[in-house]
């Protein structure tokens, strides 16, 4: 196989030195936006709730209190984390482009990293630290990363159990001990 060469460099050589930077922002856009220390601006393609919803006045803030060595030990446990069905919810009336995504939680493992987190059955995850989630895939790849994480939060809709208040906003907040 010839190799073409501009200048001293041979034009393959050129190619992926080139295209390398390009794949490595994709993952990082792709995988990590969500994440507070690689948090990226929506310019790089990455949407926040706080853009593209209105504030909500009943929004409850729960601050919850997680061992680091203990989730970093739960989210090893890989198996857990792909075991939780995470599943997108479509709205009838109103057209799907217009509406952000939202990933509605089921079959979460018992003593899993998703329940160190305080997330439940059948909440709706809105976003991870304000970045809304373009595939499940990105929330599970969210909640791996946590240990790493010097502060987080997720936002999610989740129904009220106590009383006749219907469902509830809810942004809950961790740290890490």
């Known amino acids: 196989m010839v190799d073409w060469v501009i200048g001293a460099m041979p034009i393959r050589e050129r190619i992926r030195a080139m295209l390398l930077p390009c794949m490595l922002g994709i993952a990082v856009i792709g995988v990590l936006s969500m994440t507070s220390g690689c948090a990226l601006s929506s310019k790089h393609g990455a949407q926040k709730l706080s853009e593209v919803a209105p504030q909500d006045p009943t929004l409850v803030v ?23 069905r995470i599943v997108e919810v479509y709205h009838r009336n109103q057209e799907y482009m217009a509406q952000p995504p939202e990933y509605r939680l089921f079959e979460l493992p018992n003593s899993s990293a998703w329940e160190m987190l305080g997330l439940r059955n059948g909440d709706v ?25 010097p502060k987080a939060f997720i936002d999610l809709r989740r129904i009220s159990t106590a009383g006749k208040n219907g469902v509830r906003r809810i942004r809950i907040e961790y740290e890490f001990e």
């Open 62 to 84: 729960q601050t919850i209190k997680v061992s680091r060595e203990k989730l970093r030990a739960a989210t090893e446990r890989v198996a857990e984390i792909q075991r939780a």
């Open 125 to 149: 995850i809105l976003a991870a630290n304000d970045y809304l989630i373009p595939e499940p895939a990105i929330l599970r790849e969210y909640v791996r990363l946590l240990p790493g994480e």
